[in-house]
T-cell receptor, first 111, second 112 residues
Framework: DADVTQTPRNRITKTGKRIMLECSQTKGHDRMYWYRQDPGLGLQLIYYSFDVKDINKGEISDGYSVSRQAQAKFSLSLESAIPNQTALYFC??????????FGPGTRLTVL | KQEVTQIPAALSVPEGENLVLNCSFTDSAIYNLQWFRQDPGKGLTSLLLIQSSQREQTSGRLNASLDKSSGRSTLYIAASQPGDSATYLCAAEQEHDYKLSFGAGTTVTVRA
């Protein structure tokens, strides 16, 4: 089984809908991250969490919110989706070392 | 704000040729520099991590160098194979803040 899983893997939704993307990990890492990737651009950090009670905004947090339900679960929500949030979303985890481990990604399309 | 650039955006080589992938960054005060591989439908896989105090790291056919003073890192892949076809991304971590700044990647195609 994969160490970092993301659900759903693909989602098509309409403008204005609320969407939740979920991430689970079995690596026992404290740190979790949400990134988005747009074509031709590098990954951009949306939110990150260093433990269950610690949530921090990344460089592009506007329009997004997160919830750290447990050490192993970190969810990303789009309260009212808009077309320019169409992107590939990645969850990642790390422990106290710099190396980050990524999930397979969720491809989100907002019509 | 750290800016990370990877040129070229795409590269096509015949099998067996050595690959040279470039990464440049604007702020030399980095904690480490990482190279990742991205395959379609899959997440990123960490290939090599170079700490700021190191000049290079090697793993099998892969070698990555780091020159902080010039703001550059290079990933060398020896004797390329079709299985090396993927997108390669570099990412810099600023001063141990656990946040990565990514380049847009170089998409490599190795022709059999």
């Amino acid at each position: 089984d994969a160490d970092v899983t993301q659900t759903p893997r693909n989602r098509i939704t309409k403008t204005g809908k609320r969407i939740m993307l979920e991430c689970s990990q079995t690596k026992g890492h404290d740190r979790m991250y949400w990134y988005r990737q747009d074509p031709g651009l590098g990954l951009q950090l949306i939110y990150y969490s260093f433990d269950v009670k610690d949530i921090n905004k990344g460089e592009i947090s506007d329009g997004y919110s997160v919830s750290r339900q447990a050490q192993a679960k970190f969810s990303l929500s789009l309260e009212s989706a808009i077309p320019n949030q169409t992107a590939l979303y990645f969850c990642a985890t790390s422990d106290s070392t710099p190396e980050q481990f990524f999930g397979p990604g969720t491809r989100l399309t907002v019509l | 704000k750290q800016e990370v650039t990877q040129i070229p955006a795409a590269l096509s080589v015949p099998e067996g040729e050595n690959l040279v992938l470039n990464c440049s960054f604007t702020d030399s005060a980095i904690y480490n520099l990482q190279w990742f591989r991205q395959d379609p439908g899959k997440g990123l896989t960490s290939l090599l991590l170079i700490q700021s105090s190191q000049r290079e790291q090697t793993s099998g056919r892969l070698n990555a160098s780091l020159d902080k003073s010039s703001g550059r890192s290079t990933l060398y892949i020896a004797a390329s194979q079709p299985g090396d076809s993927a997108t390669y991304l570099c990412a810099a971590e600023q001063e141990h803040d656990y946040k990565l700044s990514f380049g847009a990647g170089t998409t490599v195609t190795v022709r059999a």
